[in-house]
């Protein structure tokens, strides 16, 4: 009634923190500890309506226990049966893990800027992921499979700790039979594995690619993409063909609570997905 | 006396004890008034009903890590500046439900807060805490999502503003260019003048809450006098902070040598995040019943400094102190200007007044200042 308020047009007309209902369909186990849950509305509207992008990601709430940022992992052309692969790390997600098919949660999003799937048609492409950071790369390699002659050379770079913690590892022979190289690594192997041993960076020493027409996405722990970055730089790729996925604490994901805070981004709402040339001061320093 | 009520923008004078009929007349319209009064050996803000509520003839000494009120002989009502509290705890509860779960046939039911948002007629609102105040708009609701309880809260206050004429030595309201004097965003603003207030009319409904007071127009006489008030404020200030170099100089200066100095004194104990009127951080929680069939999900005021603040799987992104306050200090002064557009510091100087050791924001940056690599 009084005073003037200078608000923003566009708005989300519901309360942003209140979440939706979503049943599990279907989980999926990928490998020690991690499992793919595929989720739906109870709504059947909520089902129509809900669309996301690669990159992006929900947050899923239990009550009474609490609510985490999880990376949407499905297909974004089938937006109905949303998949989340979960890593059982901490309160939450070890909640998540002990849930069975049919049981209810909440569910809102989705949140955060995607990969730039737009911008990289023509271009070769270089997926390079650590451990559950091919998750949020899995709906780009989707995406790309769908129309697999709008991009070039398409290479997915992979790795995990140990050969138990490879996610996705069915499906890699028919993403190589549809034209995506896939080369993968795991820092530890065991008496059964024989692939590459060694870190997720060093698998660039096995590719020749071409640094014009390039672009990098790369999704893993910080110190992983670091060094990601620094072998993409050594190839000449520029700096703006870089983007990374980042995680931070999260409690709100619409920039209220102010703990995703990277520098000057939100990365709820600026990221997850950055472009290497607008963070390039912050990455990779010290507590920051 | 005039019947009629006086216009927006004009300047009007009446005698002290009208802003009692101010008061009554906001109590009339459903408001439920917060104001400055004294409590515990501060001023505080808190629901006031009459003028005798107000701090009259206390003043507050500031002085980095201090806070004292002394009796003056003026009987000035609002001869204080700020003290801890600010408008953020009404308009952003430090504790507030956001919404309830109920187990139904196996699956969640959601249930939204359904209890109307109170009417707050804020009293008092000194310039910087006003600045404040818009710089919590643009944050929570000057986005593309809104929070709507803010916005709720938010689009209901009536603020009647008091311009100052005293200021403390933590205040430096000129070098964030908020203050001494209020010039937008309220519906009355008062200045407090020996024998009677000096009242702009900055609404609509500044006008209607004035209805029944001996109101006259403002003379010339009566607004040099209410200008050198806020002069003599102005002319208080002795502490400065120069901005126009700030979001570059501590972007350029993330491992200056002066954060391990500052780390050595801070106390990582949260409270210039809690006095700051700007700091909007949350976090939640959960609560249960034993059956685990219904819960609550209460957003809880947080603060960078907690050590959880940034944990993730596998540890803390800020586990030092060092980091914690380059953290809020960055963000207060430099990334709050590409999130919002503007600083998020006011120069109300209750960082400086509340911290336990006395660190003074202004000095901190004026040692990165110093010794800065550009």
Known sequence: ?288 | MSLSLPRVAASVTVPKGSLQQVFDNLRGAGFTLIGPTVRDGAVVLEEIERLEDLPQGWVDEQQPGQYRLAKTGENLYFGFTVGPHSWKQFLHPPRLRLFSAEKKNGSWVFHSPQEPPPHYAFVGVHACDLAAITIQDRVLIGSEFRDPHYAARREQIFILAANCGRATSSCFCTSMKTGPKVTSGFDLALTELPDLFLIEIGSEAGSEMMRGTPWEAATAFDLSRASRVTLHAEKQIRRRMYTDDLPDLLYANLEHPHWDEVATRCLSCANCTMVCPTCFCTTVEDTTNLQGTASDRIRVADSCYNRDFSHVHGGNIRPSIKSRYRQWLTHKLASWHDQFGSSGCVGCGRCITWCPVGIEITEEVNSIRTKAAR
């Open chain 1, 1 to 288: 009634m009084s005073t003037a308020l200078a608000v923003a047009d566009v708005h989300h007309p519901v309360d942003p923190m209140v979440p939706r209902v979503a049943t599990i369909r279907a989980i999926k186990p990928e490998a020690h500890g991690i499992s793919t849950f595929a989720m739906a509305f109870e709504n059947p509207a909520d089902r129509a309506s809900f669309q996301f992008q690669p990159g992006q990601f929900n947050m899923l709430y239990l009550p009474g226990v609490g609510e985490a940022a999880i990376s949407i992992s499905s297909d974004p052309a089938d937006a109905r049966h949303l998949g989340h692969t979960i890593r059982y790390a901490g309160n939450v997600t070890r909640a998540l893990g002990r849930l069975k098919v049919g049981d209810a949660l909440g569910l809102r999003g989705p949140y955060g800027s995607h990969w730039p799937l737009e911008k990289a048609q023509g271009k070769n492409l270089v997926i390079v992921a650590g451990g559950i950071g091919l998750a949020p790369l899995r709906p780009v390699i989707l995406s790309v499979l769908r129309r697999r002659d709008a991009y070039g050379r398409v290479l997915l770079l992979y790795g995990a700790r140990t050969p138990p913690d490879l996610l996705y590892t069915s499906e890699f022979g028919w993403w190589r039979e549809r034209g995506i190289e896939v080369i993968v690594t795991v820092d530890l192997a065991d008496e059964k594995w024989r692939g590459k041993v060694g870190v997720v960076p060093q698998l660039f020493y096995f590719i020749r690619m071409e640094h014009k027409n390039t672009m990098v996405m790369t999704c893993g722990p910080e110190i992983m993409m670091r060094f990601v970055i620094y072998e993409a730089l050594a190839r000449r790729v520029p700096k703006d063909c870089i983007y990374i996925s980042m995680e931070r604490n999260m409690k709100c994901a619409v920039g209220f609570c102010g703990h995703c805070q990277f520098g000057p981004t939100f990365l709820c709402k600026q990221g997850p997905v950055l472009n290497f040339a607008a963070i390039e001061p912050f990455f990779g320093r010290e507590d920051f």
